[in-house]
Every structure is written in C-alpha cells, then in structure tokens.
C-alpha cells in the first residue's frame, strides 16, 4: 500500500490565483480529512468526509472547497488564494472501527504571495 | 467541543535527560488520546494512543504516556532522550461518541536534544 498521497509537494500561487491539492489513499479508508498546519497553531481541521458522497465543514473552511466522488480521492480546492492560505496542508484518513487514529499524507507547502 | 492545551512550546534537554511534555485536554465525555510526532521535513506519524483500558500506555521509540481522568491530562514522558528524538510532538484528542472523527490537536511542543 502507499498509504496516504498528496500532490504536490510544493506550490506557489498569487493572490487569486485558484488550485486543488490533490489526496488519495488505497487503503479503503471512509473517513478523510484536510488540515492546515501554521506555527504555533497546531493542525486545524478544514474539511472533512465520512464517505463518498458526503463531506462537512472543520473548524477552518472558508476560503476552501472539497468533494468526494470515490472513497480513494479527496482534493481540496483553494477558490481564490490569499496570503492568509499560506500553509503546510496535509491530508488525512482513517480506518473503520473505534480507534480513530489517523494516517497522514506528507503534505503540501503552499505559498501564497 | 473539545480543546488541548499544550503549555510548552519549546523544550531544550541534552541527551539522556528525561522528557516529560504536558498536555491537558477540555471535554465532557469520553475521549480518544493520540501523542503524534513529526520530525524535521517529515509528515505527522502516530506515537502512541489510549482508549481505554490501562491508563499508562506505551509508544514507539520508548515514549509512554499517562492518561489521567481526574486532571484531564495525558502527559508523554521518556526515560532518556536522543539526539534523534528533536521534532514537534503534538497531542490529540477526539471523542468517541457520533459518526464524526475529528482529531483536535494541540499547538504542539518543539523539543530539541543537544548532543
């Protein structure tokens, strides 16, 4: 398995400017979710899915949009990029069951300027 | 909803002094407790976690952790620490109840080991 994948690594866009981030996994995950990573924050939750078809807001939506057509796919679309979306994103899913625990992409660096 | 409250933000040890990172949770019902560690350039990776069951858990690399209800807190510790253990380790939380797995994560802690 390749776990969880994100595309690409690396991004720089100006202000405007639209892109989606790309995440999939093969490991049949149903729950999927989009964090943003900035410094002294933590990881904050932007969108999240608990199947295909369905998704929901996180703590920190706007400005972002997602969809999910298959379980393996989950991208996140940056509708007009600011400098407030610079930002580490990573990806993630989660197995079915009770443990929760979730399984990380290597995530993207986004520059927004 | 739930919070974390992690109250160091940077901790420097030489090696083989012992680790303790403090974290503090905010929830009223039952949780779910994640320690994940990311090392410099690297993606977040899981430590350990406790459900339930015995309250003193261990992890990889030597790390355990120790969920206390009364206190709302599940601090990591390790006996000696590395040079290789410099990374940003944060905590998590998530509740176990609804079809929802959102993780809330603490602001993270930067630990740096000297040689």
């Known amino acids: 398995n390749a776990g969880v994948t994100q595309t690409p690594k690396f991004q720089v866009l100006k202000t405007g400017q639209s892109m989606t981030l790309q995440c999939a996994q093969d490991?049949?995950?149903?729950?999927m979710s989009w964090y943003r990573q900035d410094p002294g924050m933590g990881l904050r939750l932007i969108h999240y899915s608990v199947g295909a078809g369905i998704t929901d807001q996180g703590e920190v939506p706007n400005g972002y949009n997602v969809s999910r057509s298959t379980t393996e796919d989950f991208p996140l679309r940056l509708l007009s990029a600011a400098p407030s979306q610079t930002s580490v994103y990573f990806c993630?899913?989660?197995?079915?069951?009770?443990?929760?625990?979730?399984?990380f992409g290597p995530g993207t660096r986004l520059t927004v300027t | 909803a739930q919070s974390v409250s992690q109250h160091n933000h940077h901790v420097i040890l030489s090696e083989a002094a012992s680790l303790e990172l403090g974290c503090n949770y905010s929830y009223g019902g039952t949780v779910n407790l994640f320690w994940y560690v990311q090392y410099p350039g690297q993606h977040l990776q899981l430590l350990l976690k406790?459900?339930?069951?015995?309250?003193l858990v261990k992890g990889i690399k030597g790390f355990e952790a120790e969920f206390i209800k009364s206190k709302f807190s599940f601090n990591l510790r390790k006996p000696s620490v590395q040079w290789s253990d410099t990374a940003e380790y944060f905590c998590a939380v998530t509740a176990r109840s609804g079809s929802a797995r959102q993780l809330t994560f603490g602001s993270g802690t930067q630990l740096t080991v000297l040689p």
């Open positions: 490991m049949n995950h149903e729950y």
């Open positions: 406790y459900f339930s069951g015995d309250p």
């Open positions: 993630a899913s989660t197995p079915p069951g009770g443990g929760y625990e979730q399984y």
